[in-house]
T-cell receptor, first 112, second 113 residues
Framework: KAGVTQTPRYLIKTRGQQVTLSCSPI?????VSWYQQTPGQGLQFLFE???????NKGNFPGRFSGRQFSNSRSEMNVSTLELGDSALYLC???????????FGQGTRLTVV | TQLLEQSPQFLSIQEGENLTVYCNSS?????LQWYRQEPGEGPVLLVT?????EVKKLKRLTFQFGDARKDSSLHITAAQPGDTGLYLC?????????????FGKGTLLTVNP
């Protein structure tokens, strides 16, 4: 069974640009969550999608948005990038009804 | 906001030594999970503890959930270089079929050969 796949693995963007990250969950998993990981703040929850609906949301500005497609694949978008958005963005999928998170390898975003 | 504090933040030990890392909160959780993250990879779930006072063993790793379900510890016996990584605890809040994970900042463990 294939694991969670995130693309791209690495990304360099300039301030003010926007970026879209992609996540393909484990087959059969309908819940997809996104996290931002930085050395100073650790792993912080961005949002969770379940059956194409945002079910939970963390405390991030509106520049951070996401969506989920009918095949459970998810995308995350960050607009008007700031230097502080540089981080490892992790996607996790979960089986229905269970809080177990299966993480992808992440996308390392660097904003210059 | 449910916060989880992990200690120590950094730990560097020699192969063969024992160690314990801690995860503490003022909140009660439905369950608590431990993950290990290696460089360049996402976190991998090691264990979930559910019942207050529960102890689970995974080879040389022993996990304990506090009686009040607010804290947990991870003890590693005879650490090996392969144990090197970032250890994260995550508190689970459940509401029906919906749940949320809150992660601690982690303990970065280095085991030197």
């Amino acid at each position: 069974k294939a694991g969670v796949t995130q693309t791209p693995r690495y990304l360099i963007k300039t301030r003010g640009q926007q970026v879209t990250l992609s996540c393909s969950p484990i087959s059969g998993h309908r819940s997809v969550s996104w996290y931002q990981q930085t050395p100073g703040q650790g792993l912080q929850f961005l949002f969770e999608y379940f059956s194409e609906t945002q079910r939970n949301k963390g405390n991030f500005p509106g520049r951070f948005s996401g969506r989920q497609f009918s095949n459970s694949r998810s995308e995350m978008n960050v607009s008007t990038l700031e230097l502080g958005d540089s981080a490892l963005y992790l996607c996790a999928s979960s089986p229905q009804g269970l809080p177990e998170a299966f993480f992808g390898q992440g996308t390392r975003l660097t904003v210059v | 906001t449910q916060l989880l504090e992990q200690s120590p933040q950094f730990l560097s030990i020699q192969e063969g030594e024992n160690l314990t890392v801690y995860c503490n909160s003022s909140s009660v959780f439905s369950s608590l999970q431990w993950y290990r993250q290696e460089p360049g990879e996402g976190p991998v779930l090691l264990v979930t503890v559910v019942t207050g006072g529960e102890v689970k063993k995974l080879k040389r790793l022993t996990f304990q959930f506090g009686d009040a379900r607010k804290d947990s510890s991870l003890h590693i016996t005879a650490a090996q270089p392969g144990d090197t990584g970032l250890y994260l605890c995550a508190g689970v809040w459940s509401g029906g079929s919906n749940y949320k994970l809150t992660f601690g900042k982690g303990t970065l463990l280095t085991v030197n050969p």
